[in-house]
T-cell receptor, first 112, second 118 residues
């Protein structure tokens, strides 16, 4: 089973709100990722956690704050976002950082 | 520079005809190559990968891909297209440069929209 579960599927938030996106996998994968995808564009890497430690931050603005509470969970905390941050946010995982990446269904974020 | 290119924004094919979605890559060393499919309003689904071995790789939903080292290509193919194959297809390559943290990145192509006409 190659399942990555993301919640919520849809989120609408104001520019002053604080919200979180959640991701869970039970495949024993040790690398977890956050990607941002705009319509009809390829996914853009935001963060990579490897063995529960942040290993890549692609110069993402601090209004996005990742957290990896344990090896199965990955959160993305959102605060003071801008309308241009509206996008599909994809979580993914892989056995380790060099292996096949499996994506969740994504969370559609709209910032108003 | 490590890169992957999908030269066609859109490919149209009639149902029942063979389909090809093109991908070329530029990496140093032996490439790790992947194909993903994205249906509307969904996440990316893994189709197949090439790491080593047979140049013809078989994947999900009847798709296959042919690795050609001399042409640095990894084209996705299917002998008989279905309307339900209509989706956005991404080719990806693992960046062979490992970061200082020992983590690999993946480089995605710009995507090719496949439209299968009934």
């Amino acid at each position: 089973d190659t399942e990555v579960t993301q919640t919520p599927k849809h989120l609408v938030m104001g520019m002053t709100n604080k919200k979180s996106l959640k991701c869970e996998q039970h495949m024993g994968h040790r690398a977890m990722y956050w990607y941002k995808q705009k319509a009809k564009k390829p996914p853009e890497l935001m963060f990579v956690y490897s063995y529960e430690k942040l290993s890549i931050n692609e110069s993402v603005p601090s209004r996005f704050s990742p957290e990896c509470p344990n090896s199965s969970l990955l959160n993305l905390h959102l605060h003071a976002l801008q309308p241009e941050d509206s996008a599909l946010y994809l979580c993914a995982s892989s056995q380790d950082s060099g292996n096949t990446i499996y994506f969740g269904e994504g969370s559609w974020l709209t910032v108003v | 520079a490590q890169s992957v290119a999908q030269p066609e924004d859109q490919v149209n094919v009639a149902e029942g005809n063979p389909l090809t979605v093109k991908c070329t890559y530029s990496v140093s060393g032996n490439p790790y190559l992947f194909w993903y499919v994205q249906y509307p309003n969904r996440g990316l689904q893994f189709l197949l990968k090439y790491i080593t071995g047979d140049n013809l790789v078989k994947g999900s939903y009847g798709f296959e891909a042919e690795f050609n080292k001399s042409q640095t290509s990894f084209h996705l193919k299917k002998p008989s297209a279905l309307v339900s194959d209509s989706a956005l297809y991404f080719c990806a390559v693992r960046d062979m440069r490992v970061t200082t943290s020992g983590t690999y990145k993946y480089i995605f192509g710009t995507g090719t929209r496949l439209k299968v006409l009934a």
